[in-house]
């Protein structure tokens, strides 16, 4: 008799089999290919491995497909909301075909987005999305279905890129502030890709109605920290702005902080339009008026994107937009004066 603190047997494969009444290989076609099995096998071989709490190898699988049933994802700022919808998107999808997702963070230059890359690469991933910058040096020569998630600088005609349609939604905002009669706006953006398009964006259609346009931080990041600075040298150097266009959330947040260190009030005084619709803009304490990008809908197409590659390489290179819309909170009104 075994000792009590000895731990139990995991079930193999094979107990599956025996208590399914079925043959190894078809337990394992289950696992792999269910839609080759019918339905009674299945339900069979399901009810079986939820009895013995059997939990697949994934070592096993792999050497058996020559698959690891794992999409690598490099970003390079953790702290950024886009990408929890992003992956939030990209796992919705690839969960029903078996896919787990593996995150490396790295750091902006191009060494540091390489070597996140390599490490993923180096653990056999299926595929590879590249959600960081620059991304066209770590594009070529991975072995394996490789695409770019998000507006990247230098992404070659060939590569798949899926992205929001960041120059739509900068158009948007610009046509919300337009519209309550705002005049004098200050646009609080970075040096990214992303943050480039929202700026054309919103900065053709402002400049196109005549409006007095200031933009702040266009070589700097796009942080709390950043927002707030901008903020600042915008709000110091021209006080008349009744409102701020800021290229993310988190942006809008740091230009909270200034409007309010300068005793003035959102959006008594100054209306407030974030970037991403993120968890922030969705705060009761902040009810912030924000784009949406639907980076929940672009990390689904990314991974169905992804797969088609994986089945098919010969597939065509893609390139889609996910359309934005606005949601109005309580951050923006007309101008008080």
């Not at 000895?6 to 394992?28: H, N």
């Not at 943050?195 to 005549?210: L, T, V, Y």
């Not at 969705?282 to 590659?309: C, I, M, P, Q, W």
């Amino acid at each position: 008799m075994a000792p009590p603190n000895a731990q139990a047997r995991r079930p193999t494969l094979y107990d599956v089999a025996k208590l399914a009444g079925v043959s190894p290989s078809l337990v394992s076609l289950v696992l792999q290919n269910p839609d080759r099995v019918s339905e009674k096998r299945r339900a069979a071989v399901r009810s079986a491995i939820a009895e013995l709490g059997y939990r697949p190898s994934r070592a096993a699988t792999a050497l058996a497909s020559n698959r690891t049933k794992s999409i690598g994802l490099v970003i390079d700022d953790y702290r950024n909301l886009w990408f929890v919808d992003l992956l939030r998107g990209m796992e919705s999808a690839l969960t029903e075909h078996g896919y787990q997702v593996m995150l490396a963070d790295s750091r902006p230059g191009e060494n540091r987005i390489r070597e996140a890359a390599d490490g993923l690469l180096a653990m056999h991933v299926d595929g590879l999305v590249i959600a960081a910058e620059p991304a066209g040096t770590v594009l070529t020569g991975t072995g394996v279905p490789t695409l770019v998630a998000g507006w990247r600088n230098g992404v070659p005609a060939e590569v798949d890129l899926i992205t929001n349609d960041d120059d739509a939604g900068g158009a948007l905002a610009a046509e919300h502030l337009l519209g309550l009669g705002h005049t004098k706006i200050g646009h609080l953006t970075g040096a990214g890709g992303a943050a480039a398009h929202r700026r054309a964006g919103f900065e053709a259609r402002a400049r196109d109605s005549g409006a007095d346009l200031r933009i702040a931080g266009d070589s700097g990041g796009t942080s709390e920290e950043d927002g707030y600075a901008s903020a600042c040298w915008l709000l110091d150097h021209h006080p008349e702005t009744t409102a701020i266009f800021a290229a993310n959330d988190t942006m809008a947040l740091g230009a909270f902080g200034a409007i309010k260190a300068r005793g003035r009030a959102v959006p008594a005084d100054i209306s407030v339009i974030g970037y991403d619709n993120s968890v922030l803009a969705k705060s009761r304490y902040l009810e912030l008026t924000s784009v949406d990008n639907r980076s929940d809908l672009v990390g689904v197409e990314v991974a169905k994107v992804l797969l088609e590659r994986i089945a098919g390489p010969s597939v065509s290179p893609q390139r889609r937009l996910i359309d934005p819309s606005l949601v109005v909170r309580g951050t923006t009104s007309r101008p008080a004066r």
